[in-house]
């Protein structure tokens, strides 16, 4: 259980929690100011990579269509219907190629 509860402090959200910022195996980063290595990147969990990837999309507004992430980020003040049209910053673009280059090579469910 100690495991679990360390491993959830490290990939989560801090408390209270601050939109785009986390507490990653490598220190604390905040996806639109900080790049993230891709070498803390790697020791996460594919569940933790989307969960990561789709919080800086949610920051920007984006309308999720999947139920998954519905659940997940509620669509809650969303304006954006099209991903293509999210409007990142140079650190949230380089986050989320970092994100999805690390997942490929993980073999994560898409």
């Known amino acids: 259980m100690r495991h679990v509860l360390l491993v959830l402090a490290l ?7 601050v939109a785009g910022c986390f ?3 490598g220190g604390t980063g905040c996806t639109y100011d900080s790049l993230f290595a891709e070498s803390n990147l790697r020791r996460l969990s594919c569940e933790n990579l989307w969960f990561v990837r789709n919080s800086i999309y949610d920051d920007n507004g984006y309308c999720f269509r999947t139920k998954r992430a519905q659940s997940v ?9 099209d991903l293509g049209q999210v409007k990142l910053n140079s650190y949230e673009r380089q986050n989320v190629a970092r994100i999805q280059k690390v997942e490929r090579q993980k073999s994560c469910p898409r």
Request: aromatic share 10%.
């Open 23 to 25: 507490e990653d195996v």
């Open 73 to 81: 980020f509620e669509n809650a003040g969303c304006y954006v219907q």
């Open 11 to 17: 990939v989560l959200p801090s408390v209270p929690a």
